[in-house]
């Protein structure tokens, strides 16, 4: 069920095509300096910002990976979509405007405004390189089962290429756009993921007399479910996918880790933050937010109706035999509704959405360890503007490859799932410093670097010694932590650590930084002029 191969391809190319003009047209102009690599100089309007966060944190993971885990594990797997959207209700209430006010480029530039600075950036700088490349790894095993799906390949061999090529693709846009071009293509990216989206939800519904009871009772009781179902202990009906729990009723600790890590996760994921410094004004940032979840709540209903539409029109056992197994749920919606040129511009579509992603995390991983520990560890804030850039797109290259290689050894694994492990280490390793930074006047360097490295190490190290790393083809011989997700220790860990350090250092309070923080992060009060120079 791969449809027509060469049409597939041919719409993949024009998609690839489009955005890359667009690229080179709007970075033409772009001044060669930090600023306009970083942030695009600060000149994008609320709505343009809105539409392209939403093109950010909608991720292959909320259309492929979401409306799979729904189509697979129905209630279940709707966790994923409420988590991520109540995520994002946590990132702009408690810190999004906040980091926006402090900062200048990257995260780091608000834990160290107060605070001695290279310790505090080289751990900031170490975090967000973490949580970007296990980001990165799951848009890149979505791209290999998408497109090894679309063209009918199942050769392993074939897959790796194709992820390489996404990366060299998302290496390309970077290097050549910056944040201005890649928010482009993130803005186009989500204006086709949401009409997507919208078409293919309004095509499900009419099949069933727009009854949504109708829809479930086709899902629980299509004949294609019968062998998932039975493996899954379920019933052949399946009709224990409309029950919560079913998946998680014997791990319900990894239940709560899971749920702990979506909804917490976003307000520490550093390319999300990053978008905030693309607007000009406080008020600004607040109108990005507004346009954001709105854009972002829509989605995810759309996404309820597709997995179960999927569930029904396709059936679990076909999904899951095809290449990409969960992640082919949306493309094979497609083809069902459509045939070969609805499923084709999906997939583009979907492609769109893998590409724009990874070039802002890519971005951003590049702008932290060239603004963060190239220019203010190594050179002590002296480096030349055109140097610390250079260093950056030298960066891009090396995470690229990095993540390449990563995407090949994740492929075939939920992206979902995957972008859940990014989510745990940002929860851990970022939030309880971002916060404490932020709302606790008494915080210090030894408790920012004490939170983050203890919530970066745990969360790694637990997701190595955990079943999350084993795959249905081998098991993980060291899986000595139980949970699937380390958010639940991981994150309390951080926060006493941060506690902890703080408590035990000597440190004395820097009044002045502090009352400046306090009136920039509640104010705005300087950003502008902070984020220009």
């Known amino acids: 069920m791969s449809g027509d191969p060469i049409l597939n391809i041919s719409i993949f190319g024009a998609f690839v095509l489009i955005t890359l003009i667009v690229v080179i047209v709007v970075s033409r102009n772009s001044e060669k300096k930090a600023s306009s690599f970083y942030t695009g100089g600060a000149s994008f309007s609320g709505r343009q910002n809105g539409l392209a966060i939403t093109g950010d944190y909608l991720s292959a993971a909320s259309f492929l990976g979401v409306t799979g885990a729904i189509a697979i594990y129905g209630y279940d797997g709707l966790l994923y979509a409420t988590g991520f959207f109540v995520a994002w209700l946590v990132a702009i209430y408690l810190v999004a405007e906040p980091l926006r006010n402090t900062g200048q480029y990257t995260m780091a530039d608000v834990l160290s405004f107060r605070m001695n600075q290279r310790p505090v950036r080289t751990a900031a700088a170490l975090s967000t390189l973490a949580v970007s490349l296990f980001y990165l790894l799951a848009q890149m095993a979505g791209a290999g089962g998408l497109v090894a799906l679309l063209l009918g390949v199942s050769d392993p061999v074939w897959q790796s290429v194709v992820i ?277 006047r008494k915080f210090t360097t030894r408790g920012s670097v004490w939170s983050i ?29 139980p949970l699937t997700n380390p958010t639940i220790v991981a994150l309390p860990l951080a926060i006493i650590a941060g506690v902890l350090g703080t408590l035990t250092s000597k440190e004395p309070a820097n009044t002045d930084l502090q009352a400046e923080m306090e009136v920039r992060s509640m104010t705005g009060a300087g950003a502008a002029e902070a984020i220009a120079h």
């Open 453 to 481: 490295y203890t919530g970066l190490a745990s969360s790694v190290l637990l997701i190595i010694f955990s079943p999350a790393i084993s795959s249905p083809t081998w098991v993980n011989p060291v899986a000595w932590f």
């Open 164 to 440: 390489a090529v996404v990366g060299v693709i998302m290496i390309v846009y970077v290097l050549v756009g910056g944040m201005k071009g890649t928010t482009w293509v993130q803005m186009i990216k989500a204006t086709l993921l949401i009409i997507g989206g919208a078409v293919m939800t309004v095509m499900v519904l009419a099949k069933f007399g727009f009854n949504m009871g109708d829809l479930f009772h086709t899902a629980v009781t299509n004949p294609a479910n019968a062998a998932t179902a039975a493996k899954n202990h379920w019933g052949v009906d399946a009709t224990r996918i409309l029950e919560p729990m079913a998946k998680y009723g014997k791990d319900p600790l990894s239940f709560i880790s899971l749920s702990m890590a979506l909804v917490l996760g976003t307000a520490g994921l550093p390319h999300v933050l990053m978008r905030f410094y693309t607007v000009p004004t406080a008020k600004e940032a607040r109108r990005s937010a507004v346009w954001a979840i709105v854009l972002i709540g829509i989605f995810y209903l759309f996404t309820l109706v597709l997995g179960f539409g999927a569930t029904a029109l396709v059936g679990m056992d076909t999904i899951l035999a095809a290449p990409g197994k969960e992640n082919s749920a949306a493309p094979l919606l497609a083809f069902a509704l459509g045939g070969s040129v609805l499923m084709a511009l999906i997939s583009g579509v979907a492609f769109a959405t893998i590409l724009a992603v990874v070039a802002g995390l890519t971005i951003t991983a590049s702008a932290s360890f060239a603004h963060d520990f190239y220019n203010s560890v190594l050179k002590k804030g002296k480096a030349d503007p055109a140097q610390e850039v250079k260093v950056a797109r030298i960066t891009a290259v090396v995470i690229g490859v990095v993540a390449i290689i990563g995407g090949i050894a994740v492929n075939g694994q939920n992206i979902a799932f995957l972008i859940s492990l990014a989510f745990a280490v940002a929860a851990s390793a970022n939030l309880p410093s971002i916060l404490m930074t932020v709302y606790w």
